[in-house]
């Protein structure tokens, strides 16, 4: 089956772009590149040659030879074999739901949830099978689907161009989630510094509200301290002869109760006084 390459305005274009353009759009990593832009980008340098791409095969050395203006190369044994193209099917039975081969997909051509059955849509797989070696219980096999025929004569041109519009999508829909993800966790991040401004905040105004309680209290200790110490004792002169006779018992029953000497005892020691 012939193909024609994909129609690239070639004064617009860059070099990169019209070898990218003659490539495969599998993203199979085969070439030694993370994807075909990269290695369409390295040849652009002159950094790489023209017969790394085993999905492409022979004719797409040519091609790709033809725009950088070299010889064709027979393909690069290092970097595989051309072959029939083949399709990835996953043993549901062994599927386990880690979803690891639906992150390896480059073109979101396998389909299923977290801790679920995964299946791969035929029709949308590159046959890339970067999704064979992530597995980690070995249930993804790759089938081949075309046959005798290899390279462009197993994958059309058509097939090529929606392959690499549905990596663009890809590429532009984990960049969203990545920035989605990344605005929860600010969101997430600023929600939990608000609140711990806001404890912080109510820890002091308790603290605050504590000193302030704090110290009406020493003010009123300290007022009651004076108010004991300003007051006088009541008037105990020009006191009647029975008066007198109440404080004095008063004063003798605390000197014998060790409270404080009375005037009884004053007296008595003033009259064993010899000096008086």
Not at 25 to 38: A, D, E, I, L, V
Not at 142 to 150: H, N
Not at 151 to 164: E, I, L
Request: proline share 7%.
């Amino acid at each position: 089956m012939t193909t024609t390459p994909r129609a690239v305005d070639s004064d617009a274009a860059s070099l990169a772009d019209r070898l990218e353009a003659l490539l495969p759009q599998t993203q199979c990593t085969k070439c030694g590149f993370n994807g075909c832009r990269p290695y369409a980008e390295a040849m652009a340098r002159g950094e790489a040659a023209s017969n790394r791409c085993p999905p492409g095969g022979a004719e797409g050395i040519v091609r790709l030879s033809s725009v950088l203006g070299v010889t064709p190369q027979p393909l690069d044994p290092e970097r595989g074999v051309e072959q029939p193209r083949a399709v990835a099917r996953i043993d549901e039975s062994l599927c386990i739901g880690c979803t690891l081969c639906i992150q390896a997909c480059p073109v979101d051509a396998i389909a299923g949830a977290p801790k679920q059955m995964h299946t791969v849509l035929p029709d949308l797989c590159t046959g890339c099978d970067l999704c064979v070696a992530p597995c980690p219980v070995d249930c993804i096999d790759m089938i081949p689907v075309t046959g005798d025929k290899t390279g462009w004569a197993a994958w059309s041109q058509d097939q090529a161009d929606a392959a690499h519009r549905r990596y663009a999508a890809r590429g532009i829909r984990l960049v969203r989630e990545r920035e989605e993800n990344d605005a929860r966790l600010a969101a997430k991040a600023a929600a939990k510094l608000a609140a711990l401004q806001a404890e912080s905040a109510a820890s002091v105004a308790e603290q605050e509200a504590q000193a302030r309680k704090k110290a009406i209290i020493q003010a009123a200790i300290e007022r009651a301290r004076q108010k004991q110490a300003a007051a006088k004792p009541r008037n105990t002169e020009d006191v009647s002869p029975a008066v007198q006779a109440q404080i004095d018992a008063a004063e003798a029953r605390r000197a014998r109760l060790g409270l404080t000497p009375g005037k009884a005892e004053d007296d008595e020691n003033d009259n064993n006084d010899p000096s008086t």
